[in-house]
Structure formats: structure tokens, C-alpha cells
């Protein structure tokens, strides 16, 4: 079990923009949640993904129709190979900078319960957010393909909706949680020296799915036709969804180290 301290922290006015937008205090002191730095997320991400789904609007079927087009490889495979390169690039970076920078044992252990429940507050906050875009992915994008196959023909693995869903939304999912994981576990003092066997799963969820994918796409260019989502091939696609029901279980794991914190005499000192 985490140690709970009352250190006094810094005043508001030593802290970083960065720090003050994500681990915001009222005047007392007390944190609250991060609704500007959410706000301004959820903004730039439904901006973000409304221009994405509108270069698929206006590209999908003038030049998405049929792979071996050079106009598809100008127009979507140059993207694919964007995409993938830029997915690539921040997990190469984004795992060894959280990994590098993290704080030592004693400092993480040493964290004011104030600040516990300040960085509790960011990542439910957050995780509405993420909440937000993963229907809004579902959908546009889930309900997208499935319309795609139904009224096109399959030449590939490579279609403008696969382009943007299983190779560009679900692998950049994956490299959020991933990044997100091993931040909480290096950041947080209720995880220091243990793992979160629900976020665990929950994080690898996407990842899990890769393997489906690549039989999916195997089957459906050499000897699957049918598109319903009840196909055989598309069973393993649950895989996601189950492993994003773990969620449930680091609710609780949270909600056990809050309950605690919030016992704790002057813990919003």
C-alpha cells in the first residue's frame, strides 16, 4: 500500500503553465479537475478528426476505388505511409521520454495527498475525453467500413476506411495507452512497485486486435467474401471491446486509493 503524506507544495505561482493547466487549484489550494486543458483537447481532437474524415469524404470514392490506380497510391498510400511513420515516431520517442524523465521512487512516494488527488482528478477527466472520442470514432469510422464493404468490392487489405481505422485511429490508440500506462505507473504512488492488472489489459486491447486484423484482411482477399459483422473472421475484433471493459476494475483500483486519500486528515491542506 502507497504512503499518504501532507508535505506542503509550492505556491500556485512557481508552478509551470503546463502544470497549472493540467493540475489546476482554486484559491484555497484544493485541486479541481482540468476542464480547460480537456475542453481545449476534446476541441482540437474533434477538429482533428472531422478533417480526417472529411479528406475520406472527398478522396474515398473519386480516388479509393481501386488500389492499383496510381491515383490511390498519390492519394492513400502516401497518407498510409504518413500516418505510420508519425505513429511510429512518437512512440519511439514518446515511451523512452516518459521512461527517462520519470522521478525517482522516494520523490513519487513523498507526493502531498493533495497532489495524489489533483493527478486522480487529471486522469478521470481525461478519460472523459477519451470516452468522447472513442464513440465518435465508432461512429464514423466502425460504421463507415462496414457500409464500404457492403457497397464496394475488396481488391486489398488496403481500403480508404482500413487506411484510417485499422491503420492509422486503433494503432494510434494503442500508442496513447501505451504511453499513458507506463506514465501512471512511473508517476503515481498507489503504483509504485506493482502493475494495474486492469489497465493492463485495457491498454493492450488494440494491440491485441492486430493479430485478427492481419487474419481478417487474409481471409476476406482470399476466400471470405461475406462483410457482416457476425462473420467468423471478424470474432476476433471483440478482443478490443472485452479489454476495454477492464477499465471497470482500475475505476476500482482509483476509487479504493481516493477513498483513502480523502480520509486522511488535511489531505486538502
Not at 89 to 99: D, K, L, Q, S, T
Not at 140 to 156: G, N
Amino acid at each position: 500500500m502507497a504512503a499518504v503524506t501532507n508535505k506542503p507544495v509550492a505556491p500556485s505561482s512557481e508552478r509551470s503553465f503546463i502544470t497549472r493547466m493540467l493540475y489546476p487549484k482554486d484559491a484555497e489550494g484544493l485541486p479541481r479537475a482540468p476542464l480547460a486543458a480537456a475542453v481545449s483537447v476534446a476541441v482540437i481532437a474533434a477538429i482533428g478528426l472531422g478533417l480526417y474524415r472529411w479528406y475520406m469524404e472527398s478522396t474515398a470514392f473519386t480516388v479509393g476505388l481501386d488500389y492499383f490506380e496510381p491515383e490511390f497510391q498519390i492519394y492513400w498510400m502516401s497518407w498510409f505511409y504518413g500516418q505510420i511513420a508519425v505513429l511510429g515516431i512518437v512512440g519511439a520517442i514518446g515511451v523512452p521520454w516518459v521512461w527517462f524523465t520519470r522521478p525517482s521512487r522516494e520523490e513519487v512516494m513523498a507526493m502531498p495527498a493533495s497532489d495524489e488527488l489533483g493527478w486522480y482528478m487529471m486522469v478521470f477527466t481525461f478519460m472523459a475525453v477519451c470516452s468522447f472520442l472513442v464513440v465518435c470514432v465508432l461512429g464514423i469510422w466502425v460504421e463507415a467500413d462496414a457500409a464500404w464493404h457492403q457497397v464496394t468490392i475488396r481488391d486489398t487489405d488496403f481500403t480508404p476506411t482500413h487506411i484510417q481505422l485499422f491503420y492509422g485511429l486503433i494503432p494510434g490508440a494503442g500508442v496513447g495507452l501505451v504511453i499513458g500506462l507506463l506514465w501512471l505507473h512511473t508517476r503515481m504512488p498507489y503504483y509504485q512497485g506493482r502493475v494495474s492488472v486492469p489497465l493492463l489489459i485495457a491498454g493492450s486491447a488494440p494491440l491485441l486486435i492486430m493479430p485478427n486484423l492481419g487474419y481478417n484482411e487474409w481471409g476476406h482477399t482470399f476466400f471470405y467474401a461475406e462483410e457482416l459483422f457476425a462473420a467468423p473472421v471478424h470474432w476476433g475484433f471483440v478482443v478490443l471491446g472485452w479489454g476495454l471493459f477492464a477499465i471497470t476494475g482500475f475505476f476500482l483500483e482509483c476509487f479504493n486509493r481516493i477513498l483513502v486519500l480523502t480520509k486522511l486528515k488535511g489531505a486538502a491542506a
